[in-house]
């Protein structure tokens, strides 16, 4: 029944879906330099099959009943007039004329479209596309590479709703925009699976060397199956000769083998790949006794398995070469980059399961991985038992997200076979599985880290978020990951925490670090709130990276000394008991000098911040807005505006942390003391004052504050009433009457006319063109403009280049 619109024999043509249209032309057009990875494309696509197969057969055992799971390739020169062709045959799961249908003729693939886009904006030469064929993998397009016609014949398994499957075939010219499917006119030949034919373009041909595609086998999928993949191959060899006695030097098998060759032509003896051996017979032979049996050559067909070797896995790493790590690690994960670095090992879970695994760092994190936060599936491991593929999908085992990115391959020796997903996930094994590759993945990180600092400066580079992601995610790992994390400094670039407390100073009982981010690091250092720190040689950490200030607050301290935030109270620098009498008498001092400026501001500032106190971290600015403890920094701040967090917005806390912050003046700061002075002159006595000389002076006060709080990060809450303040403050200083009123008066709107203009005099949209138009660009002007406006313009030839005019010398 499912087979009814097929009866008959009839073909029936279907249009491609129009991103398959898009895909073939860009696999014709622009991925010449990329065409041998076709055969890499269609091996992997019939490993997956097969895979499929087997797995399907774990619950429904009528699918299989343990025939040979292989892939066959055969070659077939252009003999019969039909084409040079290659054969991919495998006995894997197959298709129906339906499944035909939506597989090939359809892209189901996320991102098809930006692929898409990408691909076709890197022009028609293709020589920037291989890392985006690497990518996204072609799959079965890519055959379009090297054939001109493809078709693929294919059967699936018996089922119960189709218990008698009919073999269909699936055919496609490269260049058409449809392609059709009908029965096989050879009847139920595969018995069951998939078998695609090339026929190859003119210019392909090579391919049918099975040289050739031994070389790209082993070049590109001698990993990409874990089943045996065989290729035809033909093989001369001599046996004695029963029916020929007349010419005993020469023998051929074909009967169109060139036989006028004679010994006498060739010195020595001449293969012919594609024919017969002509065998040279010396002199030498020929006077032994007794006489040599007669000979001949025979052709001798032969299937050869190219992936005899035992799975890398299983192997002595010590005989295993980089290139085969990269190789495998390329076909088996279908990441065509080069893997940063890998740890081969075995081992034993510890009740009884030993297993042996390969773990791969790749060499980049997809921004796919950034852009989806919450998806932290693990898709990369994959589990096998006693060679045979059974899972990647660990469930609720699967790594945590910092570590997802990782690729391994887990070989386990006695887990049943027969598993189903469901018993799997209660496997002790499974459990433990998470651990241990988390374990080998930080000894592989600490490896690089202790023994090859270059290189471990490109794995931060790669990994450098990640390590902090996992430092906040992964509490039990915490310490190690931190330990690997780099920061710029005000000092130098990449310095890990522990370089850091290195080169702390005597007495200094804190790391200073000051965040903020999407600022750059120089700009960072700029900041007011490290200038003192800067000018005394105390080293900074800048933070620019969202995670960081999460991470700091996450970890709290390194090696018992905690994090200071510079932007934040409790800055100490560690050496202020040194000069404490000093210190102290100075601040004293100070404090009874600005107490005046203190008090009246604390008053002016009251909306702003909750104190106002003496800076001892400035050096030239004159004033800074410093979090409390329990206050939000600028950074904190602008991450909650961004977030659009509602959390506690409006709540106490919220209110409290807001407002915790401390304005800090610079008591060297000439404007301080300019502004102290004022401040004191003010009269105290209620009749004497000078209600005008004190609403200046607040104003000056107010634009300080605003300066502070952007000069420390944050935003001015009012910036109207900031600006105007602004222009009084100019009036001022220009001499300009700061009262005298701008004309402010406008001429107003005419009164409301709700008509509706009549067709006749509807309101042109467009100036209508002109009469003559010659189509060339042109700028018009509506009529009512032209008496005012003349618009000069380049004279043009009639090559549309500018004519230029000389002047006269
Ligand atoms: N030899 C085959 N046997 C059975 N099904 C196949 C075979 N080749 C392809 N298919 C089916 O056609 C679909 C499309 O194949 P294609 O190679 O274009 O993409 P893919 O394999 O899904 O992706 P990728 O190549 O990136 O792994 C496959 O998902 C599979 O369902």
Redesign the pocket.
Known sequence: ADDAGFAGGQKVKHNYQSDVARLRKIVINSLYSHQEIFIR??V???N??LE?LRLTALTDKGVWNGEPLNITIKAVKDEDGKGGRIIIT?T????SPE?LTT??GT???SGTSDFLAKAEGQGQDGTGNGNLIGA??????SSFLVADRVT?A?IPPKSAKVPEPAQHVFSSSADDAAFEIFPDPRGNILGR??E?TLFLKSDALEYLETDKIKELIHKHSSFSSSFPVYLFTQRTEEVPDEDDVEEPSISTSTADADTTETPADSESTKVDEDEAIVEDVTEESEKKEPPPPKMKSVVVDEWVQLNAQPPIWTRDSKNISDEEYTSFYNAFF?DFTKPLAWHHFSGDSGDGVSFKAILYLPGQITEEYWQQPLASKSKDIKLMVKRTFITSDLGDHGLPKWASWVKVVVDADDLPLNVSRETLQSNRFLKQLKGIIIKRMIQLFTKIYEEDPEKFREVEGIYGSIFKLGAVEDLKNRDKLAAFTRFTTTQRNETSLDMYLENKKKGQKQIFYLAEMGKKPEELAQSIFVEKLHARGYEVLLLTEPLDEILFGNIRQWKNVPFQDVAKAGLKFGDEEQDLEDEKQEQKRMAEKFKPLLDWLKTEAKDAVRDVVISNRLVKSPCAIVAETGGYTANVQKMMAASNAKGNRGGILHEFAMKAKVLEINPRSPLIEGLLRRVEDLPSEEDEKDLETEEELREVASILIDGALVRSGFEVPNSNLFFSRVDRVLRRSLGVSETAPTDETVKPAPPVDPELPSEEEQYPIMPPLDEEDDGKAKVIIPEHMKKDVSIEMEEIDDDDNPVVQHDEL
């Not at 894997?92 to 298709?95: A, H, L, N, R």
């Not at 996204?136 to 397009?141: E, N, P, Q, V």
């Open positions: 494309e269609l992997s696509n019939a997956d099959a499929k495998d894997g799961i197959g298709m499944e597989n090939l892209l189901a693939k996204f993998g072609l799959g079965f397009y693929v294919s699976g998939t695609i279908k």
